[in-house]
């Protein structure tokens, strides 16, 4: 549980957003455990070159249009001898006319978003037609995520519990069960996963992206990531600067912070993208809010959790509307200002009809819950992932409860919650092998790095330091609501965008949009 950054689909479009229930933001580290950056050297050592060296063998996917294959990587990139990995590829070959500019990798973040999934229903399909004409629209599912040898940790009814268990404990007891909680989570994923448990990092990921950027064919990678995917790109730029080409790093991460600077900042992210939502409700007849101010919107959300805390309420299913879920569902519609008339909605029958439904629809689809009560893989390995990337925010209740103020004056309305869920990788099974640093991948070509002034998941300043550090980074900022930029409804960030990957001028540095 925690705050981690991931994919939801709300109001039939797909964002990416954070996983509430699994902990802080994440960072890498080089094989030697420091925290220093660091790059590859530029000769591929021996014992990788037949991975550089294997042919892809496409084949149909299912889905008209695209093509699947699977390509192989070391488990232990250190230790290539001891066995590989199989990771899922896909791609959507350029449409043309036009000149064709290569390969243009997506991903979506999470870390748990499966890049291929987003690849088919959106970005070779969504993408602006003169980029989809010109480049071959691919993805990789990470290791450990989705079709790439997934981690798994709980079964459906197993999870149903961790996500409903309580995550702003009252007293002893409750915390106890918290902390058990993530216990049984952790030992869940090491019992069913514990093989490739130690070999998810973002440097390892990072890694595979090479691997493919050889395999398609391309000197340099382009790459738009989005996200936690702005730290993969800038991760894969630190390891390989002169491989680097146009990269998009959209909604990004600070990888120069601890996960417990992280998470509070995060925290403040999402009170800021509350209270621009509940400014918009409170103007409305039926803002089931009330009237008044934002602040006093937020008083009236934390009193409706905490009515939930003592007594759940029915959703027309077998399971009930506690705080935990109630509190997913919102944070949910946090991540596009399309989704605040469905959590408006969601709100008005939970807290006047005393009906959940609505709210239960959104933390479902947050957590990738089908109807049948199983769970897609993401919540596993963004846990997998993020806890191998960083030292965890807390290591024991006690660190939690001094903490509390502080995120408690970052968020009124989410603060406990978050600050609790900041405590999973605490008993996570495999140390973590990342430390924060920044990046400034030197030598590399330009990039260009997008903040949304009131993004929830990844605040603005984020952005503002990742720009900073890259030596090559130029700084593209959207004024407005919700998590990323590109493809949201701004011409001037699309056109910016595009005129950088299909003619390589990367923004004036400061470009307002």
Same mark, same amino acid.
């Given at each position: 549980?925690?705050?981690?950054?991931?994919?939801?689909?709300?109001?039939?479009?797909?964002?990416?957003?954070?996983?509430?229930?699994?902990?802080?933001?994440?960072?890498?580290?080089?094989?030697?455990?420091?925290?220093?950056?660091?790059?590859?050297?530029?000769?591929?050592?021996?014992?990788?070159?037949?991975?550089?060296?294997?042919?892809?063998?496409?084949?149909?996917?299912?889905?008209?249009?695209?093509?699947?294959?699977?390509?192989?990587?070391?488990?232990?990139?250190?230790?290539?001898?001891?066995?590989?990995?199989?990771?899922?590829?896909?791609?959507?070959?350029?449409?043309?006319?036009?000149?064709?500019?290569?390969?243009?990798?997506?991903?979506?973040?999470?870390?748990?978003?499966?890049?291929?999934?987003?690849?088919?229903?959106?970005? +070779?399909?969504? %993408? $602006?037609?003169?980029?989809?004409?010109?480049?071959?629209?691919? &993805?990789? =599912? @990470?290791?450990?995520? #989705? /079709?790439?040898?997934?981690?798994?940790?709980?079964?459906?009814?197993?999870?149903?519990?961790?996500?409903?268990?309580?995550?702003?404990?009252?007293?002893?007891?409750?915390?106890?069960?918290?902390?058990?909680?993530?216990?049984?989570?952790?030992?869940?994923?090491?019992?069913?996963?514990?093989?490739?448990?130690?070999?998810?990092?973002?440097?390892?990921?990072?890694?595979?992206?090479?691997?493919?950027?050889?395999?398609?064919?391309?000197?340099?990678?382009?790459?738009?990531?989005?996200?936690?995917?702005?730290?993969?790109?800038?991760?894969? +730029?630190?390891? %390989? $600067?002169?491989?680097?080409?146009?990269?998009?790093?959209?909604? &990004?991460? =600070? @990888?120069?912070?601890? #996960? /417990?600077?992280?998470?509070?900042?995060?925290?403040?992210?999402?009170?800021?993208?509350?209270?621009?939502?509940?400014?918009?409700?409170?103007?409305?007849?039926?803002?089931?809010?009330?009237?008044?101010?934002?602040?006093?919107?937020?008083?009236?959300?934390?009193?409706?959790?905490?009515?939930?805390?003592?007594?759940?309420?029915?959703?027309?299913?077998?399971?009930?509307?506690?705080?935990?879920?109630?509190?997913?569902?919102?944070?949910?519609?946090?991540?596009?200002?399309?989704?605040?008339?469905?959590?408006?909605?969601?709100?008005?029958? +939970?807290?006047?009809?005393?009906?959940?439904?609505?709210?239960?629809?959104?933390?479902?689809?947050?957590?990738?819950?089908?109807?049948?009560?199983?769970?897609?893989?993401?919540?596993?390995?963004?846990?997998?992932?993020?806890?191998?990337?960083?030292?965890?925010?807390?290591?024991?209740?006690?660190?939690?409860?001094?903490?509390?103020?502080?995120?408690?004056?970052?968020?009124?309305?989410?603060?406990?919650?978050?600050?609790?869920?900041?405590?999973?990788?605490?008993?996570?099974?495999?140390?973590?092998?990342?430390?924060?640093?920044?990046?400034?991948?030197?030598?590399?070509?330009?990039?260009?790095?997008?903040?949304?002034?009131?993004?929830?998941?990844?605040?603005?300043?984020? +952005?503002?330091?990742?720009?900073?550090?890259?030596?090559?980074?130029?700084?593209?900022?959207?004024?407005?609501?919700?998590?990323?930029?590109?493809?949201?409804?701004?011409?001037?960030?699309?056109?910016?965008?595009?005129?950088?990957?299909?003619?390589?001028?990367?923004?004036?540095?400061?470009?307002?949009?």
């Amino acid at each position: 549980m925690g705050t981690r950054l991931r994919n939801i689909r709300t109001g039939g479009s797909l964002l990416v957003a954070a996983a509430l229930l699994v902990s802080g933001c994440s960072s890498g580290s080089s094989p030697s455990d420091d925290d220093t950056e660091y790059a590859l050297p530029t000769q591929t050592p021996k014992e990788l070159q037949p991975y550089y060296d294997q042919k892809l063998s496409w084949r149909d996917c299912g889905v008209p249009g695209f093509q699947c294959a699977s390509m192989k990587a070391p488990l232990d990139y250190e230790k290539p001898q001891e066995g590989d990995i199989k990771l899922a590829v896909a791609r959507k070959k350029a449409t043309g006319p036009g000149k064709r500019l290569g390969s243009l990798l997506v991903n979506p973040g999470g870390p748990g978003g499966s890049a291929i999934e987003y690849l088919q229903s959106y970005a +070779a399909i969504g %993408y $602006p037609e003169p980029v989809r004409a010109q480049y071959d629209m691919v &993805a990789v =599912d @990470p290791r450990g995520v #989705a /079709r790439s040898e997934p981690v798994e940790c709980l079964d459906g009814k197993a999870m149903d519990a961790y996500t409903e268990t309580d995550t702003t404990p009252d007293d002893q007891a409750e915390t106890d069960l918290l902390v058990a909680a993530y216990k049984k989570f952790s030992r869940g994923c090491e019992q069913k996963s514990g093989k490739v448990l130690p070999h998810v990092s973002t440097v390892a990921a990072a890694r595979d992206m090479d691997v493919l950027r050889e395999v398609l064919g391309d000197q340099k990678l382009q790459y738009v990531g989005a996200s936690y995917g702005t730290f993969l790109g800038a991760t894969y +730029a630190s390891l %390989y $600067p002169s491989r680097t080409g146009r990269l998009v790093l959209d909604g &990004a991460m =600070d @990888p120069s912070l601890p #996960a /417990r600077q992280m998470n509070l900042e995060q925290t403040e992210g999402f009170e800021t993208a509350f209270q621009s939502f509940a400014e918009d409700c409170v103007r409305r007849k039926d803002c089931p809010l009330g009237t008044g101010t934002p602040e006093e919107a937020g008083k009236r959300l934390k009193a409706f959790f905490r009515s939930l805390d003592k007594q759940p309420i029915p959703t027309g299913m077998d399971r009930e509307l506690g705080e935990s879920l109630a509190t997913t569902g919102v944070i949910a519609a946090m991540y596009d200002e399309a989704a605040w008339p469905q959590l408006r909605d969601g709100l008005a029958t +939970a807290i006047e009809d005393k009906d959940g439904a609505g709210l239960l629809f959104l933390a479902d689809s947050y957590y990738e819950r089908d109807g049948d009560g199983k769970y897609a893989n993401l919540m596993f390995a963004n846990a997998a992932v993020n806890c191998l990337d960083l030292p965890p925010a807390f290591t024991s209740p006690d660190e939690v409860k001094k903490a509390l103020p502080e995120f408690e004056k970052a968020s009124p309305v989410f603060g406990e919650g978050l600050a609790w869920a900041s405590l999973n990788c605490a008993y996570w099974p495999v140390r973590a092998t990342g430390e924060p640093h920044a990046i400034h991948a030197e030598g590399a070509a330009p990039m260009v790095v997008v903040g949304t002034t009131r993004d929830p998941a990844t605040p603005y300043k984020w +952005a503002e330091a990742l720009a900073e550090q890259l030596e090559t980074g130029s700084l593209l900022t959207y004024n407005g609501d919700g998590h990323t930029a590109y493809g949201r409804g701004s011409d001037c960030v699309d056109s910016a965008i595009n005129r950088y990957l299909l003619q390589g001028k990367a923004p004036a540095d400061a470009k307002k949009c």
